[in-house]
């Protein structure tokens, strides 16, 4: 019985701040190499070299499969190359195969010690023909005794010089042969490629993205406005809250304060079932008293996209269903009373307390539950929002469309809307950039913010019954352009941390500053014209993005259970 030695990994660096070193590990079962800066990697590089990244890659046995090694890119910034290409997932490394930490970075040279038979290329055959048949000898047979009837006749024997002689003549057969063949394939050849040109189809221009971006010709902001500037949609809104049961429309109930003779009306809140401070609303029949009412709505305009030549329109949820985001309260409605319950069961305004606008900052018309709680879980909602008007124009057009919801996202600030016409429209290109975008990529923004100024266009009616003339805003969008200044991701996990959630959600954040209200749902373009992500709320500050892929995900089924 003999020992067999333990297989060795050998880390050759054949380019970059180690070049030359090689560092060793004996192969078990639990084995991991961690790649990437500072000490705690297995093979750590200078935490000054940022073009490699804290965790870049690691290279783990496979216990299962014998002299099997697995490579897995740990979302680095700059990609893990395994002979020249980019690997997305976890991929098989051979002996003699090539590692490189980013496009420019360290070259490391995987091998093992002894080399497994299966990493061992096989031999190439080649094919140099048949080789010459054995000579066969022929012994000398005794034919003494033969009789003439059996004896074998000898061949007939040439002589040499005749020999000589015809095989002369075969090689000048052979050449001539040759050339003329060489001269007859030359026409054909000839004769058919002259076909093929004068015949080929006019040459057609088809726009193809190819994996590698540096090979294709980048779009300047005029040019993105130009191919897209039909595409890009004006959405005029209004909404209302109201009773599912009814169809009653909500307000919010102002009661009356007297103080010195002078009454003035303060905005009512109520603290609903988990604690939570909520405006007091009431239908008008069943309003108190004596109290003032403000609707609770909401009114304006914003950008949107198409994405199917059928009239599906991708912008904001809080654009399309305004109820399902935080609610902009007027002015006058801060400070306001908490109302409760007195000592003789009625409501009345709690002495000494006031509220203000932080301690309802997220209320959300659409989930109210202080009048006749919402039974969301069951799917029953007793309160809701709902559209009284939601109109799309074209850029450089008058006309308005109506259009109507048909998906809204419950967990991003994406929802498709949809408008009916008999012409097929023309749509944007859509491209999840989200696991290679990177801060610093240029963008471009298109929508119709509210600081432009308005065009509008007057038209006499040629309307027997109706000769008023109709004034009219023509939208004109706005392009502004910037760069990706941070990714904020919603939710990361790693092998380090279980969890990591941003507070804010999952968003680009953008250094653009031309943009904000009527902006929201506006196309965010790359440098090739493909649409990467969706505007969703700026100022002169600070702006942001939603990854396209949450507009895709909505454009179809998803499951979140399987």
């Given at each position: 019985m003999s020992n067999q030695n333990p297989t060795t990994i050998l880390i050759r660096h054949t380019e970059g701040p180690k070049k030359g070193q090689t560092e060793k590990f004996t192969v078990t079962n639990t084995l991991e190499i961690r790649i990437g800066r500072g000490d705690a990697n297995t093979i750590a590089f200078d935490l000054a070299d940022d073009t490699i990244s804290r965790e870049h890659c690691r290279i783990k046995v496979n216990p299962l499969l014998p002299d099997t090694y697995e490579i897995t890119d740990l979302q680095s910034k700059n990609g893990t190359y395994v002979n020249g290409k980019a690997i997305t997932e976890k991929t098989v490394?051979?002996?003699?195969?090539?590692?490189?930490?980013?496009?420019?970075?360290?070259?490391?040279?995987?091998d093992l010690d002894p080399k497994p038979v299966s990493h061992i290329k096989k031999t190439r055959v080649l094919d140099i023909g048949k080789a010459p048949a054995k000579e066969t000898k022929v012994h000398n047979t005794d034919v003494k005794g033969m009789t003439a009837a059996g004896a074998v006749s000898p061949k007939e024997t040439i002589g040499k010089q005749t020999m000589q002689h015809m095989l002369q003549q075969s090689e000048k057969?052979?050449?001539?042969?040759?050339?003329?063949?060489?001269?007859?394939?030359?026409?054909?050849?000839?004769?058919?490629?002259?076909?093929?040109?004068?015949?080929?189809?006019?040459?057609?221009?088809?726009?193809?993205?190819?994996?590698?971006?540096?090979?294709?010709?980048?779009?300047?902001?005029?040019?993105?406005?130009?191919?897209?500037?039909?595409?890009?949609?004006?959405?005029?809104?209004?909404?209302?809250?109201?009773?599912?049961?009814?169809?009653?429309?909500?307000?919010?109930?102002?009661?009356?304060?007297?103080?010195?003779?002078?009454?003035?009306?303060?905005?009512?809140?109520?603290?609903?079932?988990?604690?939570?401070?909520?405006?007091?609303?009431?239908?008008?029949?069943?309003?108190?008293?004596?109290?003032?009412?403000?609707?609770?709505?909401?009114?304006?305009?914003?950008?949107?996209?198409?994405?199917?030549?059928?009239?599906?329109?991708?912008?904001?949820?809080?654009?399309?269903?305004?109820?399902?985001?935080?609610?902009?309260?007027?002015?006058?409605?801060?400070?306001?009373?908490?109302?409760?319950?007195?000592?003789?069961?009625?409501?009345?305004i709690v002495p000494g307390v006031t509220i203000g606008f932080p301690e309802v900052s997220r209320w959300v018309p659409g989930e109210a539950m202080n009048y006749n709680k919402q039974l969301l879980q069951a799917g029953v909602k007793i309160i809701d929002g709902r559209s009284a008007?939601?109109?799309?124009?074209?850029?450089?057009?008058?006309?308005?469309?109506?259009?109507?919801?048909v998906r809204v996202s419950n967990v991003h600030d994406v929802a498709m809307i949809k408008i009916e016409l008999p012409e097929a429209l023309s749509k944007v290109e859509m491209y999840d950039s989200y696991n290679e975008i990177e801060p610093g990529s240029s963008v471009v923004v298109m929508g119709y913010?509210?600081?432009?100024?308005?065009?509008?266009?007057?038209?006499?009616?040629?309307?027997?019954?109706?000769?008023?003339?109709?004034?009219?805003?023509?939208?004109?969008?706005?392009?502004?352009?910037?760069?990706?200044?941070?990714?904020?991701?919603?939710?990361?996990?790693?092998?380090?941390?279980?969890?990591?959630?941003?507070?804010?959600?999952?968003?680009?954040?953008?250094?653009?500053?031309?943009?904000?209200?009527?902006?929201?749902?506006?196309?965010?373009?790359?440098?090739?014209?493909?649409?990467?992500?969706?505007?969703?709320?700026?100022?002169?500050?600070?702006?942001?993005?939603?990854?396209?892929?949450?507009?895709m995900e909505l454009m179809g089924r998803q499951e979140v259970i399987n």
């Open positions: 490394l051979m002996a003699g195969d090539t590692v490189r930490l980013g496009k420019e970075g360290p070259s490391l040279e995987f057969k052979s050449k001539k042969g040759l050339f003329i063949s060489l001269a007859a394939l030359l026409i054909l050849f000839s004769t058919a490629g002259w076909l093929i040109y004068s015949n080929r189809p006019e040459p057609k221009i088809v726009n193809i993205i190819t994996e590698k971006k540096d090979s294709i010709k980048t779009l300047s902001p005029a040019q993105i406005n130009k191919a897209n500037e039909n595409k890009v949609v004006f959405i005029e809104v209004g909404w209302k809250l109201e009773l599912t049961t009814t169809g009653e429309q909500l307000y919010h109930v102002y009661v009356p304060v007297t103080t010195n003779g002078v009454t003035s009306y303060y905005a009512a809140y109520v603290k609903n079932n988990i604690g939570a401070t909520e405006p007091l609303l009431s239908t008008k029949a069943a309003a108190p008293t004596g109290v003032d009412l403000v609707p609770i709505g909401g009114f304006g305009s914003a950008t949107g996209f198409v994405v199917d030549e059928r009239g599906f329109i991708i912008t904001n949820r809080h654009v399309a269903a305004g109820w399902l985001t935080s609610y902009s309260f007027p002015e006058d409605a801060f400070p306001g009373v908490l109302i409760g319950i007195n000592q003789q069961g009625n409501l009345d008007y939601m109109d799309v124009t074209f850029a450089n057009n008058s006309l308005r469309t109506p259009a109507k919801a913010p509210g600081m432009s100024p308005d065009q509008y266009v007057a038209k006499r009616s040629q309307d027997e019954f109706n000769r008023n003339p109709n004034i009219v805003k023509v939208p004109v969008p706005t392009v502004s352009t910037g760069n990706i200044g941070r990714l904020v991701k919603g939710s990361v996990s790693s092998d380090k941390v279980d969890m990591y959630v941003s507070t804010m959600g999952d968003y680009y954040q953008l250094t653009i500053n031309s943009t904000g209200v009527g902006n929201s749902g506006g196309p965010m373009f790359d440098d090739l014209g493909r649409v990467t992500g969706i505007f969703s709320v700026g100022s002169q500050k600070m702006s942001y993005s939603i990854p396209i892929k949450y507009a």
